[in-house]
């Protein structure tokens, strides 16, 4: 007791400066959100301008909703709407569907080659996009393509010019999205799928249970709020898509827009190929509002029917 | 586990042993092709075996194609250098978060939260860079935009110090008269190498990877590409630089030549060190995605 009087006036009169190096500590990352996050939230307000650079984006005049306008003349605005939200939804439901599917397969394997399933199903996961579009390049390739020339080929029928018929894109893009992705979400839904109690099982089995009833009765009630975390958060990311997937692997093929143009892809063809700011601003103001609304409501939603999963 | 003798053994392994050659047969198929002799190439395609092998494409790259050096140097660049200021800026906005005694933690955590939810997007985030911060044609492009924090690591580091670091070794540390700077790092950082690896890992996989900033804010200087941007060019330019090389004639300086063997082989060499890589580090990434996977 003797001793703690001095300590603790000591700490008391270093609390000070002391703390101050905490607060000195964040300086550099919440600069770095400023610049990075919330300037160009303010820089929303872009969409209701006519951006000339050679004036300066802060003296272009004010122009109202023109920008919409313009964007909304054209059928292409509602085109990539519709491929964006569609793919999403493609992409949640067989996304998700397979992810629990690999992940009970996973549940059923012993050590050893756990670790080997493990550890190759997520190297698609690993992989850049621009190496994800010289695989596709090599299977696609009109001429020198692996489905041209060893399985098409050798069945005598003729060979098929992927890269200008838009409509194999959505079936071609939902595979890869599907064998990029899906070794990352089985590992997610795999590690609540462990935490499971052996109990529950062994006496279902004595109960009489199927295979079937098993995963139905005790397998997915147990994901239930990992399958609902998930799908929330791809809802809330309706309107965006990955941008890599849908202008790389298509390799920015004009004859492809019509199924694998996307808002993302539109954004960047207008903003820096087609030197078009004003439809691109109005199209992105339009992805940033609407995916805003988007991740409240569906949090909303979830934390009505159950609050334990809500993400806020 | 799900009980049954049937499904527990044959089925799982058969359609897990199935998805795991759906996942490396692509890559066999890259390889293959970057060890394939061009004619064989021209005339058969791409195949897993083919009829006649050749390391000409290797041999193109390490003889002929400074370009393609230098920007795989790049590329470990600003991989190292960028992981480095993520890591270090993610701690130092996290500790402070998981303080109690910093004032406005939660505010501050809010602030860091809300950008998850809300973006402004590319149109006026690459105004701001290009026209107000001026990084157009620097190496700063590859290195700034996007990847230099991520929102949802400082979340998760922030909640890692507060459920493993024990208040009371911090108080400790404090009350033998160490600074805050040296409590982390001498008593909080040796705690945490499971987060730090995780975001570290996570930050260098996405700077390796990344193609998108050198395509934005890269126009002129593409000497500044990243092996990534390397790959995607020549792809999109493919065709173009074919009728152009057949009108200049012969030139062999990257983005001209490039036959289909060499791309391939581009592919290859800007895959490999992640692939010599994630064997050492494949257990940590498991733990990482599960960490970070569901709710931050």
């Not at chain 1, 020339?149 to 018929?165: F, H, K, T």
């Not at chain 1, 990955?242 to 207008?270: A, E």
């Amino acid at each position: 007791m003797k001793m703690a009087t001095p300590t603790s006036s000591k700490t008391k009169h270093r609390k000070g400066p002391k703390n101050i190096a905490l607060y000195l500590l964040m300086i550099p990352g919440l600069l770095y959100l400023l610049i990075n996050n919330y300037l160009p939230m303010f820089g929303l307000s872009f969409a209701f301008k006519k951006i000339n650079y050679t004036v300066g984006v802060f003296e272009s005049p004010w122009v109202g909703i023109d920008n919409f306008r313009y964007l909304f003349k054209t059928s292409d605005a509602y085109i990539v709407f519709r491929n964006t939200i569609l793919y999403n939804l493609v992409f949640i439901v067989l996304g998700t569907v397979l992810a629990i599917t690999v992940a009970i397969l996973l549940g059923q394997i012993k050590k050893r080659m756990l670790r080997v399933y493990q550890t190759s199903i997520l190297i698609p996961y690993l992989l850049s996009t621009a190496v994800i579009s010289y695989l596709a390049f090599a299977f696609l390739s009109m001429d020198n393509g692996f489905i041209n020339n060893s399985i098409l080929e050798p069945l005598g029928m003729d060979a098929v010019g992927w890269y200008s018929a838009p409509g194999y894109w959505p079936v071609i893009l939902t595979i890869i999205y599907l064998w990029k992705s899906f070794g990352y979400s089985s590992i997610l839904y795999y590690a609540t799928l462990i935490g499971i109690d052996d109990s529950y099982y062994e006496a279902a089995v004595i109960d009489g249970a199927s295979t079937w009833q098993q995963i139905k009765f005790i397998t997915l009630p147990c994901l239930k709020s990992t399958i609902i975390t998930l799908v929330v958060i791809h809802l809330g990311r309706m309107f965006y898509s990955d941008f890599g997937l849908f202008y790389q692997v298509p390799m920015n093929n004009g004859m492809l827009y019509s199924t694998t143009n996307t808002i993302d892809t539109y954004v960047y063809r207008s903003l820096l190929q087609l030197n078009d700011v004003g439809r691109s601003s109005a199209a992105g103001f339009l992805q940033s509002i609407l995916g805003f609304v988007l991740v409240l409501g569906a949090n909303t939603l979830t934390r009505k029917v159950d609050k334990e999963n809500a993400l806020f | 586990m799900i009980t049954n003798s049937r499904l527990s053994k044959i089925i799982p392994q058969t359609v897990l042993a199935l998805l795991t050659l759906a996942c490396l047969l692509p890559l066999l198929l890259l390889t293959m092709a970057s060890f394939t002799d061009e004619q064989t190439l021209i005339q058969n395609g791409y195949s897993f075996l083919p009829q006649k092998f050749s390391l000409a494409s290797y041999e193109y790259i390490f003889k002929a194609s400074e370009a393609i050096f230098r920007a795989y140097g790049i590329t470990f660049f600003i991989t190292i250098v960028g992981t480095f200021l993520n890591i270090v800026m993610t701690i130092f906005l996290a500790y402070p978060l998981s303080r109690p005694e910093v004032k406005g933690r939660n505010v501050v955590a809010f602030i860091v939260f809300f950008t998850m939810l809300f973006s402004g997007g590319l149109v006026p985030t690459y105004i701001m860079y290009s026209q107000i911060f001026q990084i157009r044609d620097t190496i700063f492009a590859l290195l700034v935009p996007s990847f230099l924090m991520s929102p949802f690591n400082v979340i998760l580091m922030r909640n890692y110090f507060k459920t493993n670091i024990p208040e009371e070794i911090v108080e400790a540390a404090k009350l033998d008269g160490a600074s805050e700077l040296k409590t982390l790092l001498r008593v909080v950082l040796p705690m945490s190498s499971p987060i730090i690896g995780t975001v570290g890992l996570m930050s260098g996989l996405a700077y390796w990877n990344d193609w998108t900033n050198g395509l934005y804010y890269l126009v002129k200087r593409t000497d500044l590409y990243s092996i990534q941007n390397v790959l995607t060019n020549m792809l999109n330019n493919a065709q173009f630089l074919k009728t152009a090389t057949q009108m200049q004639g012969v030139n062999i300086e990257l983005g001209t030549i490039p036959s289909v063997g060499i791309r391939m082989a581009i592919a290859v060499v800007a895959l490999v060190p992640v692939m010599i890589v994630y064997p050492f580090i494949q257990k940590s990434f498991v733990k990482g995605i599960v960490i970070g996977g569901v709710k931050g």
